[in-house]
C-alpha cells in the first residue's frame, strides 16, 4: 500500500497540472501543443531548442512539476548544467523530494558540474531503486571514481614476443616491461616504465647448407615522465635512457613532452629529442580521435622526425571503440620513419630499420577489481640494409599485458 503522503503528493501533482493546462489556455500558451514541439526539437537533436521552447510554460506556471522536469532534462541533455542543476532542484521541491526522476537528474548534473562528493551521495541513495538502480550504480562508480584521492596507482606487466620475416639480421626477440604511474592529488602525475629486450641477432651471413650464427644480446630501457593533470587536460615531461653494449647507436638519452586534451574526443600531441651515440632525430607527433557517438571515435595521426638521414614521416588513421570499460582499437599508418621514439607507449626502435607501414590492433578487456588484460598484436612493414642492397622485411609484435588501477 502506498504511503498517505505519497497519495497526497500524487493528487497535488495531478491538481497542478490541470490547473498548469487551464492557466495555459487562459494565458494563450497551448500547453499540450507546446511540449509536443519540444519534443519534436529533442528527436531532432536539437535540446537547447527545445528547452527555450519549453522555458516559457515553466515560467509561466512554476508550480508544474512535470514541467520544470521536462526542462531540466532538457537542459541537462543541451551540457547546460547549471541551469539544469536549477530546474531538477524545483522539480524535486514540487515534488516534496519524491520524484525519483528529480534525484536521479540532479546527482548525474552534479557530476558534470565537477560535486562528485555530492553526487556519489545521491547515487548511493538510489542503487536499490528497481528503476533508477542502474543509472545509479553506474553514476556511483563514476563519482567515486572521480572523487579527490591522495594517491591513484596504475600499474602494468606486459611481456611480448617480436618475430622478424625477410630480415637478413633479425628473427626473434622476447621482451619484458613493468610500468607504474601515480596521480597525487589528483594533480601531479609521476610514471615509470623499465623494458628488457633480448634479441637474436645473426653474427654473419648464412654459408649454403649451414645454419646461421646468431647470437642474444641485451637491450635495456628506462623511462621517467612527470607533470600535471586537470580535467580535460594532461601535460607532462619525459626522459628516457636506453643501453646496449653490442647496439652502435647505443646509449641515447630521450628528451621530450606530452599534452592530451579533450576536445570533441581527445587531442594528442608529443614531440622529442633522441640523443643517440652517432646522430640525434627530433620527432613530432599528432593525433585525434575524434568522438563520433559514446561508444566510437575515429581520428587522423601525424608524425614527423629529422635525423642524420633527412626528413621522414607518416600519415595514418585510428578506430576505437569501448563501452563499459572494453575498449578494442585498430590503427594504420604508412610514410618512412627511423629511430622512432614514441612518449606515448615508452618505446624506443634503436635500430636503421625504414618503417614504411604499420597495422595495429589492441584491446583492453576488464576483469573486475580494476585488472584488465591488454592484447595486442603489431604488424610493421621494414625496409632495412644500405641504400645499394635494401631489403624488405616484416615484423610481427604480439604482446599481452596486465593492468591494475586502484
Known amino acids: ?35 509536443a514541439a519540444a519534443a519534436r526539437q529533442e528527436r531532432a537533436g536539437q535540446p537547447a531548442a527545445a528547452a527555450a521552447t519549453v522555458a516559457p510554460l515553466a515560467a509561466a506556471y512554476p508550480e508544474d512539476h512535470a514541467v520544470a522536469l521536462r526542462l531540466a532534462w532538457l537542459t541537462f541533455s543541451a551540457a547546460d548544467y547549471p541551469a ?8 524535486l521541491a514540487l515534488s516534496a523530494d519524491t520524484s525519483v526522476d528529480a534525484r536521479l537528474g540532479l546527482a548525474w548534473t552534479l557530476l558534470r558540474l565537477g560535486d562528485a562528493d555530492a553526487a556519489r551521495a545521491r ?21 567515486r571514481a572521480a572523487e579527490v584521492r591522495p594517491v591513484r596507482a596504475w600499474a602494468g606487466l606486459y611481456v611480448g614476443a617480436q618475430l622478424y620475416a625477410g630480415h637478413p639480421q633479425r628473427r626473434l626477440s622476447l621482451s619484458v616491461t613493468p610500468s607504474l604511474t601515480l596521480q597525487l592529488h ?4 609521476l610514471g615509470a616504465t623499465y623494458r628488457a629486450l633480448d634479441y637474436d641477432l645473426t653474427a654473419a651471413p648464412p654459408q649454403p647448407g649451414r645454419p646461421p650464427i646468431s ?8 623511462y621517467a615522465s612527470a607533470g600535471i593533470v586537470r580535467p580535460g587536460l594532461a601535460l607532462r615531461l619525459h626522459y628516457g635512457r636506453l643501453w646496449d653494449a653490442t647496439n652502435a647507436a647505443a646509449p641515447a638519452d630521450l628528451f621530450g613532452a606530452s599534452a592530451r586534451v579533450a576536445l570533441r574526443g581527445e587531442l594528442y600531441a608529443e ?18 580521435s575524434a568522438a563520433l557517438s559514446p561508444r ?19 600519415l595514418g588513421a585510428q578506430l576505437t571503440y569501448h563501452r563499459d570499460g572494453l575498449a578494442l582499437s585498430l590503427s594504420g599508418r604508412f610514410g618512412d620513419e ?19 607501414g604499420a597495422i595495429s590492433l589492441s584491446a583492453r578487456i576488464p576483469l573486475g577489481r580494476g585488472i584488465s588484460l591488454a592484447p595486442s598484436y603489431d604488424w610493421l612493414h621494414l625496409t632495412t640494409g644500405d641504400a645499394l642492397r635494401s631489403t624488405d622485411a616484416d615484423a610481427h609484435f604480439i604482446t599481452l599485458g596486465v593492468l591494475g588501477a586502484w
Open 215 to 222: 647470437e642474444h644480446y641485451l637491450q635495456q630501457e628506462f
Open 186 to 189: 589528483d594533480l601531479v602525475l
Open 123 to 143: 547515487f548511493a541513495a538510489l542503487t536499490a531503486d528497481p528503476v533508477a538502480g542502474a543509472s545509479a550504480r553506474e553514476g556511483l562508480a563514476l563519482a
Open 84 to 91: 539544469a542543476r536549477r530546474h531538477y532542484t524545483r522539480a
Open 1 to 35: 500500500m502506498r504511503h498517505p503522503r505519497a497519495l497526497l503528493a500524487a493528487s497535488a501533482l495531478c491538481l497542478a497540472g490541470s490547473l498548469a493546462a487551464a492557466t495555459a489556455a487562459a494565458q494563450g500558451l497551448d500547453y499540450d501543443a507546446t511540449l
Open 271 to 288: 614531440a622529442s629529442v633522441a640523443a643517440f651515440a652517432d646522430e640525434t632525430v627530433v620527432r613530432a607527433l599528432g593525433q585525434w
Open 338 to 356: 627511423r629511430r622512432v621514439v614514441s612518449l606515448d607507449q615508452a618505446l624506443t626502435f634503436a635500430t636503421d630499420d625504414r618503417i614504411r
Open 296 to 314: 566510437w571515435s575515429l581520428g587522423p595521426s601525424a608524425s614527423v622526425q629529422s635525423g642524420y638521414t633527412g626528413l621522414g614521416g607518416s
